[in-house]
């Protein structure tokens, strides 16, 4: 079953903060976070696996909490290059084995 | 430039027809996925391959199937090609489980 993402689109000013919600309604094992510009393929931002950590780079950060069963990506001070598609993927375990599956996308849009 | 390389970067073809993207992973990454990125679905796992043996499995048609050579590169084998099956194919590669590298993608339009 597909995550659910939130918000489907956001528009910030550059410099501004900005969250992207992924929330699973299975118990998961990692979330994986990629930023795809249009035309482009996806770029792989992080993974995080269950035990609740916290995950960043430079301005980008992320966290997964598995009680929830749902990870955040905060974007701070954000810039023109952070504009893109977001997707979060989500990895879970059932008696059929591994199942890998995408969110629908957030795009996020950094004006100047 | 991440390292990946997929061929065709382009493919048209006709409905019912057979075709195999290829993928040559970064210099010493051991692992490979497949992803499918169309309008209506979205961005779809496939499959993962590490050093030659299937690793997972995804929303791969039975019509699909895919294989990793001793080479490390993986190859897609699409069969019986559908309209819907038009779409951006992806692979990665990744030296280890916290991190991959995306290659540009082959467009494949079915008519």
């Known amino acids: 079953q597909q995550p659910v993402q939130s918000p489907q689109a956001v528009i910030l000013r550059e410099g501004e903060d900005a969250v992207i919600n992924c929330s699973s309604s299975?118990?998961?094992?990692?979330v994986h976070w990629y930023r795809q510009k249009h035309g482009e393929a996806p770029v792989f931002l992080m993974i995080?696996?269950?035990?609740?950590e916290q995950k960043g780079h430079e301005k980008i950060s992320a966290s997964f909490n598995e009680k929830k069963q749902q990870s955040s990506l905060y974007l701070t001070a954000s810039q023109l290059s952070y504009s893109g598609t977001y997707f979060c993927?989500?990895?879970?375990?059932?008696?059929?084995?591994?199942?890998?599956?995408f969110g629908p996308g957030t795009r996020l849009s950094v004006l100047p | 430039d991440s390292g990946v390389t997929q061929t065709p970067k382009h493919l048209i073809t006709a409905t019912g027809q057979r075709v195999t993207l290829r993928c040559s992973p970064r210099s010493g990454d051991l692992s490979v996925y497949w992803y499918q990125q169309s309008l209506d679905q979205g961005l779809q796992f496939l499959i993962q391959y590490y050093n030659g043996e299937e690793r997972a499995k995804g929303n791969i048609l039975e019509r699909f199937s895919a294989q990793q050579f001793p080479d490390l590169h993986s190859e897609l084998n699409l069969s019986s090609l559908e309209l819907g099956d038009s779409a951006l194919y992806f692979c990665a590669s990744s030296p280890s489980a916290s991190e991959q590298y995306f290659g540009p993608g082959t467009r494949l339009t079915v008519t």
């Open positions: 993927g989500t990895e879970d375990w059932d008696n059929y084995g591994q199942n890998f599956v």
């Open positions: 299975k118990a998961l094992y990692s």
């Open positions: 995080l696996l269950k035990g609740g």
